[in-house]
């Protein structure tokens, strides 16, 4: 292998030596995660790790096969300190030439988790590889089978785990796509398409044929690492015949905390706007509604059960009180027409 290695031509020093300089230079000075910026120059560091890929698949033959390629890209790993780059087969039906999935990422880089998909966009024919399509974000990609579609069609997901803050869930993108004898790969379905605000996992699990995401719900009266909030099991499948996903079952999880949330938000907003009747639809009791001051706003905090009363749950908030916040306590009971504001008062300090 090392004598046909260097018939395809050796990692070329000139551009293992452009990475290094290229990594040398984003570790000195990382340009801000997201920037235009640090795009630009993780787009020139995995430019370099494209052009080494395709290299060895317009060489063809043993230099295109997985094991090769991996062992040419260990060069570029060794340069950064737990970067992953890595490189998967993907074998289109009716004995067209293989596509090749990069997996890579950058270890302390925000965002520079990558799908990188390379092949002949023409299938059997086609004059020369090509990047025939990338998708970046946050995390590590990692790559799950999938059952073939009609004809044979190749389908593989692919999923990033963002970093999450510790005590709450992460921020997960999954992607369907589906390789055809001929043409570029198709992204049957993407959760960003479906979760535009972000899809904030708790756990998940993605098997052959059916992924399985238990989520956060922000909303209202939500708040980072507090127990029994809102949450949001969802179970998707594989449909025939145009083979994207389905949301087969959907199941709540502390539904009454988002519907919580929503009245006090409308309690906050009622107040603000200086809208009384809107408040009295949420705070029946009208001595209880004049003793609420404007400034009332909500406060990020844990909602708790109150002690010995069964069902009512306390939810913080403060207010200007002649330029020094006080914080209040809020309770709240659960009634036919939903919850409803029944006390409420200055916490002693």
């Not at 370099?48 to 890209?73: K, M, N």
Request: net charge neutral; hydrophobic share 45%; charged share 20%.
């Amino acid at each position: 292998m090392l004598v046909l290695g260097g018939a395809a031509g050796a990692t070329p020093a000139d551009r293992l030596d452009g990475f290094r300089e290229l990594v040398h230079r984003h570790l000195e000075a990382p340009a801000p995660p997201g920037s235009e910026a640090a795009r630009r120059a993780l787009g020139e560091i995995y430019a370099l790790v494209d052009a080494e890929i395709l290299e060895s698949l317009r060489s063809g033959g043993p230099f295109a096969s997985a094991p090769f390629l991996q062992e040419r890209l260990e060069g570029f790993s060794a340069a950064w300190g737990g970067a992953l780059f890595r490189v998967a087969p993907v074998e289109r039906p009716g004995g067209a030439r293989a596509l090749t999935l990069g997996l890579f990422s950058l270890a302390g880089v925000r965002q520079s988790g990558s799908l990188r998909m390379y092949g002949w966009s023409g299938g059997v024919t086609g004059s020369a590889p090509a990047l025939l399509g990338e998708v970046t974000d946050d995390g590590k990609p990692e790559l799950h089978a999938w059952p073939a579609g009609r004809g044979g069609a190749a389908r593989f997901v692919v999923s990033w785990a963002g970093v999450g803050s510790g005590d709450g869930g992460r921020p997960l993108r999954i992607e369907l796509w589906s390789v055809d004898r001929d043409g570029p790969p198709r992204r049957l379905w993407s959760s960003t398409t479906h979760f535009p605000d972000g899809l904030w996992a708790v756990e998940w699990d993605i098997r052959p044929g059916e992924i399985s995401v238990r989520r956060e719900l922000r909303y209202p009266g939500w708040a980072p690492g507090c127990p029994g909030q809102a949450e949001e099991e969802l179970s998707y499948r594989g449909r025939a015949p145009t083979g994207d996903l389905v949301l087969a079952r959907r199941r709540a999880i502390n539904g009454w905390h988002r519907e919580l949330g929503a009245a006090a938000a409308r309690v906050f907003g009622a107040l603000a706007a200086g809208d009384r009747r809107a408040l009295g639809d949420v705070v029946p009791d009208a001595a209880l509604r004049s003793r609420l001051p404007a400034s009332l706003v909500a406060e990020p905090a844990c909602d708790a059960m109150a002690a010995g009363s069964g069902s009512a749950v306390l939810v913080a908030a403060t207010a200007y009180d002649g330029g020094r916040l006080v914080p209040w306590s809020l309770t709240w009971a659960r009634g036919p027409r939903g919850w409803r504001l029944t006390a409420a008062a200055p916490v002693l300090q």
